[in-house]
């Protein structure tokens, strides 16, 4: 029989899957619309879909922000070192959830091209930088790095949370799973 574990919410596991499999697409279509593709009005619809969903992560950060207010399940017995590298990975995804739509906005006001950002075809969203050919590539950077720090922070949730399953046995994927 298996040990009963303390589950999050329903609304917060389908938030947390759902920011998962935006942020996957989101870093999935980033590296082909800048490594890959070519078409130039396939990539411009990639572009806006890529600002609009990346917009969408940072308003469900927000709602993910106010839902860790709410009492969520005490935390499983780990160790201190664990508890430690659970709560820096997590202070780094919100972290990179922020800065990564930041960034990109920025980065899309700034590029010399000046294509407004309309997310979901809805508004334009006002450029908060105006148009800098210069500062467009600084922040073209920034994006990048962060994007493949993002990559690289969930490589390290995934090994962690396979580590709990399949050696621990503590049943951590229960908590955030269905």
């Given at each position: 029989?298996?040990?009963?574990?303390?589950?999050?919410s329903l609304p917060l596991r389908l938030l947390h899957?759902?920011?998962?499999?935006?942020?996957?697409?989101?870093?999935?279509?980033?590296?082909?619309?800048?490594?890959?593709?070519?078409?130039?009005?396939?990539?411009?619809?990639?572009?806006?879909?890529?600002?609009?969903?990346?917009?969408?992560?940072?308003?469900?950060?927000?709602?993910?922000?106010?839902?860790?207010?709410?009492?969520?399940?005490?935390?499983?017995?780990?160790?201190?070192?664990?508890?430690?590298?659970?709560?820096?990975?997590?202070?780094?995804?919100?972290?990179?959830?922020?800065?990564?739509?930041a960034s990109g906005w920025l980065m899309a006001a700034?590029?010399?091209?000046?294509?407004?950002?309309?997310?979901?075809?809805?508004?334009?969203?006002?450029?908060?930088?105006?148009?800098?050919?210069?500062?467009?590539?600084?922040?073209?950077?920034?994006?990048?790095?962060l994007a493949y720090a993002l990559l690289g922070l969930?490589?390290?949730?995934?090994?962690?949370?396979?580590?709990?399953?399949?050696?621990?046995?503590?049943?951590?994927?229960?908590?955030?799973?269905?």
């Amino acid at each position: 029989m298996k040990a009963q574990v303390p589950s999050w919410s329903l609304p917060l596991r389908l938030l947390h899957w759902l920011m998962a499999a935006l942020l996957v697409a989101l870093l999935a279509v980033g590296w082909w619309m800048t490594h890959v593709h070519r078409d130039l009005g396939t990539t411009f619809a990639l572009y806006q879909w890529h600002k609009s969903y990346g917009l969408l992560v940072l308003a469900l950060l927000v709602l993910r922000l106010l839902a860790r207010l709410a009492p969520h399940p005490p935390p499983l017995e780990h160790s201190r070192l664990e508890r430690g590298a659970a709560r820096t990975a997590h202070l780094g995804f919100y972290a990179l959830m922020l800065a990564l739509p930041a960034s990109g906005w920025l980065m899309a006001a700034a590029s010399p091209l000046a294509l407004p950002t309309r997310p979901f075809e809805l508004f334009t969203l006002p450029a908060p930088v105006a148009p800098d050919a210069a500062l467009f590539e600084r922040l073209q950077l920034l994006h990048e790095v962060l994007a493949y720090a993002l990559l690289g922070l969930i490589v390290l949730h995934v090994l962690a949370t396979l580590k709990h399953q399949l050696v621990d046995h503590d049943g951590i994927l229960r908590r955030i799973g269905f």
